[in-house]
C-alpha cells in the first residue's frame, strides 16, 4: 500500500516538474523583451519601435537576430540614426533593420568553421564567416547566442547597411 502512495507521490510530484518546467519555458522573455532588459540596445529598440517591427519581433518566430550595440549606433557618421528614425524614413529603417535579422534559429556552433552567403528577412543576402569567430559582413559578433523564447540574438559591433 505504502509502495502505491509513493509511486502516485512520485508520479504526481514528475508531473508538476515538468508543468513548472513548461511554465518556465513559457515565460522566457522574446527577442524584444530580452533586448530592452540588456540595456545596451536602447538605440536598436527605438529604430524597431519606430519602424513598427516590434509585433514581428514578438511573434513565434523563430529569428536570428544580429543586434548591434548602442556603441554601435554611435559610430554611424553624425545625424544617420536621427534621420532613420524620421517617418519619411522608415522604409530605409525596415530595410536596414531587416537585413539584420535571419529566418530561423542560428546558433553560433551552427557557423563555426564555415563561409556562408544567407538571406535575411529583408531579402538580400548577408555573408557570414565562422572561421575565426564569428563576422557578419565587416561586423564582429561580440557576444553569441543569447536565447530568447522565439529565437537568438547575437550581439555584433557594427551596424550592418545593406
Request: glycine share 6%; aromatic share 4%; proline share 5%.
Amino acid at each position: 500500500m505504502k509502495r502505491r502512495s509513493f509511486m502516485k507521490m512520485t508520479a504526481i510530484g514528475a508531473a508538476l516538474a515538468t508543468l513548472g518546467a513548461c511554465a518556465e519555458m513559457n515565460t522566457q522573455p522574446d527577442i524584444v523583451d530580452t533586448a530592452i532588459a540588456a540595456g545596451s540596445f536602447t538605440t536598436l529598440v527605438a529604430a524597431v519601435q519606430a519602424a513598427d517591427l516590434v509585433d514581428t519581433l514578438k511573434s513565434p518566430g523563430p529569428f536570428t537576430v544580429f543586434a548591434p550595440t548602442d556603441d554601435a549606433f554611435a559610430a554611424l557618421p553624425a545625424g544617420t540614426v536621427e534621420n532613420l528614425l524620421k517617418p519619411e524614413n522608415k522604409d530605409q529603417l525596415v530595410s536596414i533593420l531587416t537585413y539584420h535579422v535571419l529566418p530561423g534559429q542560428t546558433l553560433s556552433s551552427d557557423l563555426a568553421g564555415q563561409r556562408l552567403s544567407v538571406a535575411t528577412v529583408n531579402g538580400a543576402n548577408v555573408h557570414i564567416d565562422g572561421r575565426n569567430g564569428v563576422k557578419v559582413e565587416q561586423s564582429n559578433v561580440i557576444q553569441a547566442d543569447i536565447l530568447a523564447s522565439n529565437g537568438v540574438i547575437h550581439v555584433i559591433d557594427k551596424v550592418l547597411i545593406p
